[in-house]
T-cell receptor, first 112, second 118 residues
Framework: GNSVTQMEGPVTLSEEAFLTINCTYTATGYPSLFWYVQYPGEGLQLLLKATKADDKGSNKGFEATYRKETTSFHLEKGSVQVSDSAVYFCALRGGGSYIPTFGRGTSLIVHP | GAGVSQSPSNKVTEKGKDVELRCDPISGHTALYWYRQSLGQGLEFLIYFQGNSAPDKSGLPSDRFSAERTGGSVSTLTIQRTQQEDSAVYLC????????????????FGPGTRLTVL
């Protein structure tokens, strides 16, 4: 079946540091890939997505590139802010199943 | 409304009681999902509705859990004889699309219901 693996958290950074959260997946065919963000006390919100190989999703300074050859969709941001503190979920849809598959989430803590 | 809504936002119940959790999806969204998010865990898929098709119940953890969706809109997740391990945040999400196309569409999540079983 499909699966998504994310790096363990929490990730703790100082403001303006560079962020990478790794995500790799297992799926058949060509799934769509997503990053969701969950701020404290809120539901998940879509952060960005990519629907085919080599697509780059971007939003709010975050980027992720769909790498078919390495089955990865790593999330990056050049300069994090305290307000980016949240839990980030990598997810895929399609790939032989209509049930979305989520990673376990990675908590990001940004200190001033 | 503009987004997915869920009620109640918090529910505290005693072990053995039944609870009902409600989800109002975005109007026009044909797909609706329920997930469970336990402390420190990812999202656990519970059940999926698509239009008028029979729901996919493959994620329900036991026969104490059930869900229905009336008129293709509002959904209710029912947990009977609650146990302490049922304590979690229950999330609902909806999305657009046909049974094939929807797999690639964005899911919109509600804020969740935090269930605490004492």
């Amino acid at each position: 079946g499909n699966s998504v693996t994310q790096m363990e958290g929490p990730v703790t950074l100082s403001e303006e540091a560079f962020l990478t959260i790794n995500c790799t997946y297992t799926a058949t065919g060509y799934p769509s890939l997503f990053w969701y963000v969950q701020y404290p006390g809120e539901g998940l919100q879509l952060l960005l997505k990519a629907t085919k190989a080599d697509d780059k999703g971007s939003n709010k300074g975050f980027e992720a590139t769909y790498r078919k050859e390495t089955t990865s969709f790593h999330l990056e941001k050049g300069s994090v802010q305290v307000s980016d503190s949240a839990v980030y979920f990598c997810a895929l849809r399609g790939g032989g199943s209509y049930i979305p598959t989520f990673g376990r989430g990675t908590s990001l803590i940004v200190h001033p | 409304g503009a987004g997915v809504s869920q009620s109640p936002s918090n529910k505290v119940t005693e072990k053995g009681k039944d609870v009902e959790l409600r989800c109002d999806p975005i109007s026009g969204h044909t797909a609706l999902y329920w997930y469970r998010q336990s402390l420190g865990q990812g999202l656990e898929f519970l059940i999926y509705f698509q239009g008028n098709s029979a729901p996919d119940k493959s994620g329900l953890p036991s026969d104490r859990f059930s869900a229905e969706r009336t008129g293709g809109s509002v959904s209710t997740l029912t947990i009977q004889r609650t146990q302490q391990e049922d304590s979690a945040v229950y999330l609902c999400a909806s999305s657009l699309g046909s049974p094939v196309e929807h797999v690639y569409n964005e899911q919109f999540f509600g804020p969740g219901t935090r269930l605490t079983v004492l």
